[in-house]
């Protein structure tokens, strides 16, 4: 899923990509996602989310805690989210989709 951006300003385009990206909220200037999966669905997710972090040269942070998966995208160092970031987000909830399945 790719988002296209219009005319209009940047946040404009943010929030369109987060309409659309449902459960994912801007936290600062990171994208995060906290995901509910099991120890193995966790495995399977993250390797899944490095294989397209690689693809679009990002490096998210993934952490596991209480049976949760919270991923945040996004230079911690103040940069504006990118669209590869948006791109990944969307990528990020395929793969959520086809290891949990349907929710």
């Known amino acids: 899923m790719r988002g296209r ?5 940047r946040s404009d385009y943010l929030s369109d ?6 459960g994912w909220t801007q936290d600062g200037v990171q994208l995060k996602r906290v995901l509910t999966c099991d120890d193995s669905q966790h495995a399977a997710l993250t390797e899944r989310i ?3 972090a690689d693809t ?7 952490q ?5 998966t919270q991923i945040l995208l996004g230079a911690a160092d103040g940069g504006a989210i990118t669209d590869g ?9 395929d ?3 086809t290891v949990v399945g349907p929710q």
């Open 5 to 9: 951006k219009l005319r209009g300003t």
């Open 17 to 22: 990509a987060l309409a659309v990206l449902g």
């Open 50 to 52: 490095k294989v397209a």
């Open 56 to 62: 679009l040269r990002l490096r998210p942070l993934i």
């Open 64 to 68: 596991r805690a209480n049976g949760h």
């Open 85 to 93: 970031e948006v791109t990944l987000a969307a990528r990020i909830e």
């Open 95 to 97: 793969a959520y989709r």
